[in-house]
Each structure stands twice: as C-alpha cells, then as structure tokens.
C-alpha cells in the first residue's frame, strides 16, 4: 500500500547535471512517497539515478547539478525550493544519510568517539534526556540566555551508549580507536552511530553494506532494522541487491535510467514481478531467478549514458520482449491489481 499520511512526499522530480558535454539528465521525473516508520528500498543497476535522488533530497548536488522540476515535500516544505539555511537544519538532525561508499569519509586523524560526539555538539538538542538529558539552558531571572556548553563527560556517556548501541563491542574502550584500528564491519557501524546521533526522522542509507562481507553485511541489516523499528524511524535503503531489499524493506522502487520502471510492496515485487527490467534483475540475481524461460545471467547489454537516453523505454533497447511502440514513447505508469495495491509499472507490453 502506498502511505496515506507520508512523511516524504517526491512528486515529479527531475535532476540534471549540465556538463561541458551537455545535460545529464540523471532523474527524469520520479514520484514516490515514504511513510512514517517505513522501510523503501530503492533499486537499480549502476547509474540508475539511486544516489542523485537521494542527492536531491538532501540539497547536496555537485555544484553542477540542479533540480530542474518536481517537488519534495517533507513536512510540507518543499525542500526543492528551501534555501541551504533551512536545509542544512534538516541535514543529520531531521533526515540524515549513510553516504555510498562513506566508511573512506571517516576522518583518520580522529577516534571514532570524537567523530560521533561532534554531532552532539553540533546539535546539543539531540542529546538522550535518558542517558544525561539536552544540554540545560542558563537562565538570568526568566531570560533563557544560552545552552550550557555540554561537558565532556555529557558527551562521553552518550557516545559510548550509542557505539554500544550499534553493537560495538566494549564501545567505552573503542570510542577512543582511529578508524584504522578498527574492522570494516565496526567503521560501518561507527558510521551508521553518526547517522543515527541526531535521532533523525528519516534515515537514507546507500549501499551501506556493498564493501562487507556477508555475515557482517546480515548483521549491518540487522541493526538496522532494530534502529529503524526502535525509534519509528523511516528509512530509504539503496541497493543493488534485491536479498537485502526482501530481508529490510516494506515496500521498494526500481529505477532504471532516472525512472522508476516498476513499485510495489515487497510482497507483490517477489511474488508478481512486472516489468522485463525488473524480471531481468530477479534472473541475475542468484537463487532468485524468476523466469523459467531464461537463462539465469545478467541483462544481457548496458544502461543507457544519461546524456542521451533513449527516446522511448529507456529498457526497450535490452528488453528481449521490445515491440515497435516500446521504441517510440515513454510508457505511461500504469496500475497493476488496481489503484488501491500500490503497485506500479510503466511498461507498454501490460
Ligand atoms: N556530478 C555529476 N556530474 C555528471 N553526471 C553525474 C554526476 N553525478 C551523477 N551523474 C550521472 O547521473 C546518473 C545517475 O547517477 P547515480 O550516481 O545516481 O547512479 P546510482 O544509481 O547511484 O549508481 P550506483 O549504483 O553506481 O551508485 C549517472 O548517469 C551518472 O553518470
Ligand atoms: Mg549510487
């Protein structure tokens, strides 16, 4: 089902980057929304347009991006219109994000507790009233003048019950190793520490366990999902891999070359995939292989470059099922079990 009362309203979104070879266009109005307490897994192949989405979403494209349309309504603000001011109150506080490949943004001169305490300090307000409460305010008479500065020792408490909370072993010892002391599964963590800080109402994970092995990228799943179920938070979880969408997700998008092909719950994605693109990514997905009719392997042929994506379906020059009119337009988004099911997909063949 689609949520009734979203959190997180994308309506028509369009993203380009205008290089010295022309404009990218890297999304291609895509409308999605995300609910209080769910869990959307967004997914796609390399250079579907996941990341810029999420880019978007957070006022941080490169400086040669741009929203050019469409609407991202969180609380009712469109954050597409919002100045950075407003924006950069809402980054790591209200919606915060596990960047791609995030674990190298660790800065190596710091422990990993002073990295995690810096957000305390950035948003004293954030502090756990349960474990030592927000920093108090110093009055004059009944003018609120200031918040105290919070002491270390404020801070230290905090930070070692959040590294504990992530699952860091003996976190008060840990919180003052260098990001190098430390496994890849425990940077990750102490990662995903730093995003959860500010107890964020949205949480936008991408490809956060694409570098891990397996049992540690279950357990990355795993903490996740506790974090995201504990504190009714919402997250986004972008990946390639479709397992990790069936082990978190609710309900999840399929992007291909800056649209979403197919959406729908997890339950009809897996039972009742529709679109070629989507069936294509169940067949080179190992043990998921859904069509019988062929051979399990990867799409046969590569995603479109941005700078000139097909005219019609963008999948219609991969698609083995492609007939004339798949070449000529862009399918419309068409209702699969009617309206009221929530799923979706463009495709001309249904
Ligand atoms: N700074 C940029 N300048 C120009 N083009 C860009 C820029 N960033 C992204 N793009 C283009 O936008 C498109 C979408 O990229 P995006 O990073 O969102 O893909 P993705 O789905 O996250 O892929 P991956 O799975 O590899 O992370 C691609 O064609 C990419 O080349
Ligand atoms: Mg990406």
């Given at each position: 089902?689609v949520?009734?009362?979203?959190?997180?309203?994308?309506?028509?979104?369009?993203?380009?980057?205008?290089?010295?070879?022309?404009?990218?266009?890297?999304?291609?109005?895509?409308?999605?929304?995300?609910?209080a307490?769910?869990?959307?897994?967004?997914?796609?192949?390399?250079?579907?347009?996941?990341?810029?989405?999420?880019?978007?979403?957070l006022?941080?494209?490169?400086?040669?991006?741009?929203i050019?349309?469409?609407?991202?309504?969180?609380?009712?603000?469109?954050?597409?219109?919002?100045?950075?001011?407003?924006?950069?109150?809402?980054?790591?506080?209200?919606?915060?994000?596990?960047f791609?490949d995030?674990?190298?943004?660790?800065?190596?001169?710091m422990?990993?507790?002073?990295?995690v305490?810096e957000?305390?300090?950035?948003?004293?307000?954030?502090?756990?009233?349960?474990?030592?409460?927000?920093?108090?305010?110093?009055?004059?008479?009944?003018?609120?003048?200031?918040?105290?500065?919070?002491?270390?020792?404020?801070?230290?408490?905090?930070?070692?019950?959040?590294?504990?909370?992530?699952?860091?072993?003996?976190?008060?010892?840990?919180?003052?190793?260098?990001?190098?002391?430390?496994?890849?599964?425990?940077?990750?963590r102490?990662?995903?520490?730093?995003?959860?800080?500010?107890?964020?109402?949205?949480?936008?994970?991408?490809e956060?366990?694409?570098?891990?092995?397996?049992?540690?990228?279950?357990?990355?799943?795993?903490?996740?999902?506790?974090?995201?179920?504990?504190?009714?938070?919402?997250?986004?979880?972008?990946?390639h891999?479709?397992?990790?969408?069936?082990?978190?997700?609710?309900?999840?998008?399929?992007?291909y070359?800056?649209m979403i092909?197919?959406?729908?719950?997890?339950?009809?994605l897996?039972?009742?995939?529709?679109?070629?693109?989507?069936?294509g990514?169940?067949?080179?997905?190992?043990?998921?292989?859904?069509?019988?009719?062929?051979?399990?392997?990867?799409?046969?042929?590569?995603?479109?470059?941005m700078?000139?994506?097909?005219?019609?379906?963008?999948?219609?020059?991969?698609?083995?099922?492609?007939?004339?009119?798949?070449f000529?337009?862009?399918?419309?988004?068409?209702a699969?079990?009617?309206?009221?099911s929530?799923?979706?997909?463009?495709?001309?063949?249904?």
């Open positions: 089902m949520p009734r009362t979203p959190l997180l309203e994308v309506r028509d979104l369009r993203t380009s980057f205008f290089t010295p070879d022309g404009e990218v266009r890297a999304v291609r109005g895509i409308s999605f929304a995300l609910g307490g769910e869990t959307l897994g967004i997914v796609g192949e390399s250079g579907s347009g996941k990341t810029v989405t999420a880019l978007s979403v006022g941080l494209l490169a400086a040669t991006g741009k050019t349309g469409g609407e991202l309504l969180f609380h009712g603000e469109d954050l597409a219109r919002a100045p950075q001011k407003t924006l950069r109150k809402i980054r790591g506080k209200k919606i915060s994000m596990i791609q995030s674990v190298s943004s660790l800065n190596p001169l422990t990993i507790g002073k990295q305490g957000m305390f300090t950035a948003h004293p307000e954030a502090l756990d009233s349960k474990a030592g409460g927000p920093a108090p305010f110093l009055w004059h008479g009944r003018r609120r003048l200031f918040r105290r500065a919070l002491s270390g020792k404020e801070i230290d408490k905090q930070v070692t019950a959040l590294l504990s909370g992530v699952q860091i072993p003996d976190s008060g010892k840990r919180r003052h190793f260098y990001p190098h002391e430390l496994s890849g599964g425990m940077r990750q102490a990662m995903i520490a730093i995003a959860l800080a500010c107890r964020p109402e949205i949480l936008i994970a991408d956060p366990t694409t570098a891990l092995d397996l049992t540690i990228q279950s357990q990355i799943i795993r903490l996740l999902k506790n974090a995201g179920e504990e504190a009714g938070m919402s997250i986004i979880f972008i990946t891999d479709l397992g990790l969408v069936a082990e978190l997700c609710s309900r999840a998008i399929v992007m070359a800056g092909m197919e959406e729908a719950s997890v339950d009809d897996f039972d009742a995939p529709s679109h070629p693109y989507t069936l990514l169940f067949n080179s997905t190992p043990g998921m292989e859904t069509d019988t009719a062929r051979k399990p392997g990867p799409i046969p042929g590569s995603h479109p470059d700078l000139r994506p097909p005219p019609g379906c963008p999948f219609s020059p991969r698609c083995a099922s492609a007939g004339p009119r798949c000529d337009a862009p399918p419309p988004r068409r699969i079990g009617g309206p009221e929530g799923h979706f997909a463009r495709c001309w063949l249904l």
